[in-house]
């Protein structure tokens, strides 16, 4: 009965060091090194087209992000929303968004 408890046991203790240390593994290769500095250039883009970007509602109008400096403020809000509007997606602070009226885009 000592030594079926023995082997039973030792099994048991072996399976368990097997199962905790898993199959062995590949040794993973080093992450590559990149080095912009010394990269080809893929392309040039044109000064023209950095910096900019235009976003819809800036355009049409609507509820968009409030600028930084008037975040935690009730300023700067033109109108209220129209009724059943959303006001923010779920899970966002209402307070972060306000009106924007569409920029005028006609040439003067």
């Known amino acids: ?7 039973l046991t030792a099994s048991v203790t072996l399976a368990a060091l097997a199962a905790a240390t898993g199959p062995p593994r590949a040794q993973e290769p ?23 970007n235009v976003e819809m509602l800036e355009v049409t109008g609507g509820r968009f992000w409030k ?3 008037d975040i935690g403020s009730a300023t700067g809000q033109s109108r209220a929303p129209a009724e059943g509007a959303s006001v923010a997606p779920a ?5 972060l968004y306000q009106y924007r009226p569409p920029k005028e885009v006609q040439d003067a």
């Not at 899970?91 to 307070?95: A, E, I, L, R, W």
Request: net charge positive; no cysteine; hydrophobic share 30%.
């Open 67 to 69: 600028p930084y400096k």
């Open 1 to 7: 009965m000592r030594k079926t408890h023995r082997i």
């Open 91 to 95: 899970g966002m602070d209402p307070g």
């Open 30 to 52: 080093p992450a590559a090194q990149l080095t912009p500095a010394t990269m080809k250039r893929a392309g040039k883009v044109d000064a023209r087209y950095q910096f900019y």
